[in-house]
């Protein structure tokens, strides 16, 4: 049997906005293993978040994913739909983008949950804490008692249930069951005097604590895969380090796989066992973590770990990665490695798309004895061959005054634009 639980291939979200059609996600590809933090990492704007956000179909309009296949392993899931969408199965996985949108819908929490990475604006600030927590368990054990193919998904729960249930005091949606349950995973998560916390509102909670109940809430559950959205953006750098512990913890405990997401390359560190560094709306190189952060093939990852100071010897200065983030526009995006404008070692290569290679195994001289890993793959030239100066391309080329060439016509981002114009 596979070890791996989700297979992204070809994912594809744009947004479609006044100015234009934003590529936010560009063709990205991953595997997630059984029980492993898989950790996707890049700047502001690369389209981490979004990716995340399209895998577990949470995308919000004008955006849409245009394009991919979202591959997760459950037997049960494959066999119900193998005679009715064969195209949708694949031995045990399922396209889950091929799947009805009410199914999809379904699959949140029980199979893929997030914690999202502000919780004070995730969760309602006029429900208490161990409400909004006890809700999520109580509609994830109506779900579950209730076959996916009934016409509800709550066991007929709607809207003229949840108005009696407002006004009658002596009826509730959450069961006595729902609210022990969130209690307990409110001291699993390491709230301390949970019961009386539990009656308290999010803006009483300090914002580690609170991050503490969004993880019980995603857990909620029971998730397959759980993806953490920046989990540590805004907290002290103490209250980092349990939120990190607490989802090691987790993880290895219930056995799910993580999807972690972060800009910071020592949260990499620390957690993951596999990396994905992003860029413009790309997977430029994945690995496992020795192989990204030793032997890194892309001179973006180059310049990633190279802006990070070195404990050992701090007397070198930082080398910053020369220049900006570029625009996801896609009729500003051209038919090129996105990177090369910004890149040291640009090439005439590096003027048309690259595919992905499997890095040699000589590393840092590639390309002359070795197929490469399977593992560690980066789209870039440098993967297949060494840098040739002589190819290399002359200062300024990218400035506007150079005359750099346009855009090609007809290419493949321009039919692209034009059918989803049609939509």
Not at 152 to 177: A, I, K
Not at 203 to 219: C, D, E, W
Not at 318 to 347: H, K, T
Request: net charge negative; charged share 30%.
């Amino acid at each position: 049997m596979s070890d791996e639980i989700l297979r992204v291939r070809d994912l594809r979200t744009r947004f479609f906005t006044e100015e234009g059609q934003v590529n936010a996600v560009d063709g990205v590809s991953f595997d997630v293993k059984n029980g492993e933090i898989y950790g996707i990492v890049g700047e502001s704007g690369s389209g981490k978040s979004v990716t995340a956000l399209s895998i577990i179909d949470l995308v919000d309009s004008p955006g849409r994913v245009t394009a991919g296949e979202v591959w997760y392993r459950n037997a049960d899931l494959a066999e119900e739909f193998r005679g009715e969408r064969p195209e949708a199965v694949d031995g045990d996985f399922v396209d889950v983008r091929r799947l009805p949108e009410g199914v999809r819908r379904a699959l949140r929490g029980p199979s893929f949950s997030t914690v999202f990475q502000d919780p004070m604006s995730s969760m309602n600030p006029s429900i208490t804490v161990g409400e909004q927590i006890a809700e999520a368990v109580e509609a994830q054990r109506r779900a579950r008692a209730n076959p996916r193919r009934t016409r509800s998904r709550t066991q007929g729960y709607g809207l003229v249930n949840f108005v009696v249930d407002s006004v009658v005091p002596s009826r509730s949606y959450v069961s006595t069951e729902s609210r022990e349950r969130a209690i307990e995973l409110l001291e699993q998560v390491g709230i301390p005097d949970p019961v009386d916390r539990a009656d308290e509102y999010p803006h009483q909670f300090s914002g580690g604590m609170l991050q503490r109940a969004m993880i019980a809430q995603a857990l909620a559950g029971e998730p397959d895969v759980l993806v953490a959205d920046e989990p540590t953006t805004a907290l002290d750098v103490t209250i980092q380090a349990q939120i990190l512990n607490l989802l090691r913890d987790l993880q290895e405990r219930e056995g799910m796989s993580v999807i972690l997401i972060t800009h910071d390359l020592g949260v990499i560190a620390r957690m993951c066992d596999r990396v994905g560094v992003m860029y413009a709306g790309e997977v430029v190189e994945r690995g496992t973590l020795e192989d990204v952060f030793e032997n890194p093939v892309h001179p973006y990852t180059r310049g990633l770990l190279g802006s990070i100071p070195d404990l050992e010897d701090p007397a070198p200065r930082l080398r910053p990665i020369e220049g900006n983030v570029p625009s996801l526009l896609d009729a500003e995006m051209g038919e090129r490695c996105y990177f090369a404008d910004r890149c040291p070692m640009a090439m005439e290569e590096c003027l048309t798309r690259i595919p992905e290679f499997a890095a040699a195994d000589d590393v840092p001289s590639r390309g002359s004895n070795g197929e490469g890993d399977a593992e560690h793959r980066a789209r870039c030239v440098l993967a297949e061959r060494d840098y040739d100066p002589s190819q290399a391309l002359p200062d300024g080329y990218f400035d506007a005054e150079s005359g750099a060439p346009a855009r090609p016509e007809g290419g493949n981002r321009g039919r692209e634009s034009e059918v989803n114009a049609d939509d």
